[in-house]
């Protein structure tokens, strides 16, 4: 059974950092790409980072880039997001997903994405 479990969301004042993490079991991270997404209260989920099967290639939405930093650790099946300079807008549900492909370009669209994990919580303050 394929699990992705997200963890490290929380509440932090504009700023500040967070980093997230989403734990990988039931499939070989190596084999797949790897996103983040998010989802903002009221408002459709949206592509944040995405990372490639060997991590040699990371992609970012544009109001994340320069501000965020998606890696991986095939060894250990996690993969991270560090969120830094956090902006009130940046506050959303942000979920992991997993993309069967072993190729350069990491999609941005969601339909792509085999699995899913549960999401975490990300609260903003200014």
């Known amino acids: 059974q394929v699990q992705l479990v997200e963890s490290g969301g929380g509440r932090v004042q504009a700023g500040g950092s967070l980093r997230l993490s989403c734990a990988v079991s039931g499939l070989t991270l190596d084999k797949y790409a790897m996103a983040w997404f998010r989802q903002a209260p009221g408002k459709d989920r949206e592509f944040v980072a995405g990372?490639?099967?060997?991590?040699?290639?990371?992609y970012y939405g544009g109001s994340v880039e320069g501000r965020f930093s998606i890696s991986r650790d095939n060894a250990r099946n996690l993969v991270y997001l560090q969120m830094n300079s956090l902006k009130p807008e940046d506050t959303a549900d942000y979920y992991c997903?997993?993309?069967?492909?072993?190729?350069?370009?990491?999609?941005?669209?969601?339909?792509?994405?085999?699995?899913w994990g549960q999401g975490t919580q990300v609260a903003v303050s200014s």
């Open positions: 990372i490639n099967y060997s991590g040699a290639m990371t």
């Open positions: 997903a997993a993309d069967r492909s072993v190729g350069i370009v990491t999609s941005r669209r969601q339909s792509e994405y085999d699995y």
